[in-house]
């Protein structure tokens, strides 16, 4: 072919060759660079499924079986098949505990299945009879599947720098993932279900929800309003699971505290018997001094003898303190260490649950665009009347007397010393809010408690017994002279607020080391306990006979408020 037919001028041509050159000498990487943004361009996911008349087709049942079929156990990461249709392989590994284990579902040359939707059906049921998902989740999970292994098809870079290579010996880049073409999946489908190191049965993060739902797979999924659903349910799921991180993080935080709490006694007790070791050793400087008075020889050697003995027992006993002060600057550093993870923990928790809010609002917003014009006008309606009665509440609230004024009194609670994870040293004063002046003290020393409260027969505060590591009650002060009248016998968590509500007083228990809401008449007796735990760190509400609270997963109980049974739970 000449130079100029279909190619344009030679000259341009020549020029376009010297332009391309030049490029390449000064960014020799900018085809790589070219190379690399359109690997990782997204292209979008329609699948196309067989359109044409079926020999037979299969029942849901049969379809389903297939799934159980493949869920059956295996020992090891031998392979599982359904004839040889489609096989399962289990690829878990502790090794490599930065990447992922992955069970590998294959579609094998012998399957004829020309269709997205029966792929879903089979790994819906698979999740549920292999990890216990409930159906509608298992769907979620299966939807999401199929996009994450068609956006990542045949990408070996991204699956090598996220699995292990126990899972990565068994994929290619012509088999990794699934293709959107059906006829392209028989032989050539290994989709990838990513695993944590223990999956097992009735443990929601068996799979990992987060990553098969990232950003490049929810930007794809909204694109089709009927997946609205299946991504409330996926929303669903990793709010459960955020739930039981936060329970174990709380197990982990208390079991922290009560560790530093015990080793605050610990080195307490070493400090005094240092301070013992200190006027040991002064004694015996004295008893040296007398021995030069003494003239007797005998007794002189007596003397030296007794002190040389002594001398070797103290030298003995300080290099033990030495040992154990060790022991305890390892113990706090363990402390330390352990606050440090859990804080890190948090953080990423906190981010979760953003970006899960950020999720949920976007999932709100796509349901309002879908909704007819009819609905969208009622639910303006609805936050313009919202409005209008939240201004009431803030005018009503602006009007409301301080609570801790009583009788004309300030009944004020001053902060003498902070410790640590919440302990106070306080004394409760009272003010003439009037004249600004301080009334009187009262005589009660171990106030530690925030938060307190007043009613007709006193001021309930809470208080140590002697000591922060011993215990914590409830105490009531004489609303009068702020003397303490009565001294409440159940072990009050130091940080728990003081609410008296209809002659009741509401406090937080510890009984062995959980936490529970307990109800409490005027002789600081507890009439009532809640059978659930607590969250340590909870707010309290009251609504007519209900009270809400913090479960110890922080999900919101009502409670009866007489009995403090369980009525009902809030997901928020």
């Known amino acids: 072919m000449p130079l100029g037919v279909g190619m344009g001028n030679p000259y341009k041509v020549l020029l376009l060759i010297i332009v391309i050159f030049c490029i390449s000498f000064i960014h020799p990487n900018a085809f790589a660079l070219e190379v690399a943004i359109d690997e990782i361009r997204t292209k979008p996911v329609i699948f196309i499924n067989y359109q044409g008349t079926y020999r037979k087709v299969d029942s849901l049942q049969e379809i389903e079986n297939i799934g159980k079929m493949l869920a059956r156990d295996t020992n090891n990461n031998g392979i599982i098949r359904f004839g040889m249709k489609y096989s399962i392989i289990n690829a878990i590994s502790e090794h490599e505990p930065e990447k992922f284990s992955a069970t590998i579902f294959s579609i094998d040359k012998k399957a004829r299945v020309g269709h997205i939707d029966i792929i879903r059906k089979i790994l819906s049921a698979y999740l549920q009879e292999r990890y ?127 560790d530093a709490l015990k080793l605050d006694e610990y080195k307490k007790s070493i400090e005094e018997k240092k301070e013992q070791l200190q006027q040991t050793e002064k004694e015996l400087s004295k008893a040296k001094e007398e021995i030069k008075k003494e003239s007797d020889s005998e007794k002189q050697k007596a003397m030296q003898k007794d002190i040389e003995t002594k001398g070797q027992q103290l030298e003995k006993e300080k290099d033990d303190i030495k040992k154990k002060e060790q022991e305890i600057a390892k113990k706090e550093s363990e402390i330390a260490d352990k606050k440090n993870k859990i804080s890190e923990k948090e953080k990423l928790l906190a981010e979760k649950e953003k970006a899960l809010e950020k999720e949920k609002e976007e999932i709100a917003d796509d349901e309002i665009k879908k909704a007819p014009a009819k609905d969208k006008e009622i639910v303006k309606k609805l936050e313009k009347k919202e409005k209008e009665l939240d201004e009431r509440e803030d005018k009503l609230r602006s009007k409301e007397i301080d609570q801790n004024i009583y009788a004309n009194k300030l009944y004020y609670l001053k902060i003498k010393e902070y410790l640590q994870e919440g302990h106070y040293n306080n004394e409760m004063v009272m003010i003439d809010p009037s004249s600004r002046k301080i009334l009187f003290k009262s005589s009660e020393k171990n106030i530690c408690g925030s938060r307190y409260d007043i009613f007709s027969g006193g001021v309930v505060v809470i208080t140590h017994k002697g000591s922060h590591s011993i215990g914590h009650r409830l105490t009531l002060l004489d609303r009068n002279t702020l003397e303490p009248k009565i001294h409440g016998i159940d072990n009050i968590f130091w940080r728990s607020f003081v609410i008296i509500k209809d002659g009741f007083i509401y406090a937080i228990v510890i009984e062995n080391g959980k936490f529970y809401l307990g109800r409490f008449d005027t002789n600081l007796k507890m009439v009532s306990k809640s059978s659930e735990e607590v969250n340590e760190n909870t707010f309290i509400s009251f609504w007519d006979n209900f009270v809400y609270i913090n479960r110890v997963d922080k999900t919101i109980m009502v409670l009866d408020k007489e009995t403090l049974k369980l009525i009902d739970t809030i997901k928020p």
């Open 132 to 258: 216990g998902y409930s159906k509608q989740h298992a769907k979620a999970i299966a939807l999401f599947l199929t996009y994450y292994n068609a956006i990542y098809r045949g990408n070996i870079d991204y699956f090598s720098s996220k699995y292990k290579s126990i899972v990565i010996q068994y994929i290619t880049k012509n088999n990794a993932g699934i293709s959107t073409k059906y006829y392209e999946w028989p032989g050539a489908t290994k989709m990838l279900i990513p695993l944590t190191e223990q999956p097992q049965k009735g443990k929601l993060d068996s799979v990992l929800i987060d990553v098969i739902s990232d950003k490049k797979i929810i930007k794809e999924i909204k694109k089709d309003d009927k997946n609205i659903q299946a991504r409330k349910d996926l929303v669903e799921i990793k709010e459960k699971i955020i739930t039981q991180e936060k329970v174990g993080l709380e197990k982990s935080k208390n079991n922290v505290i009560q």
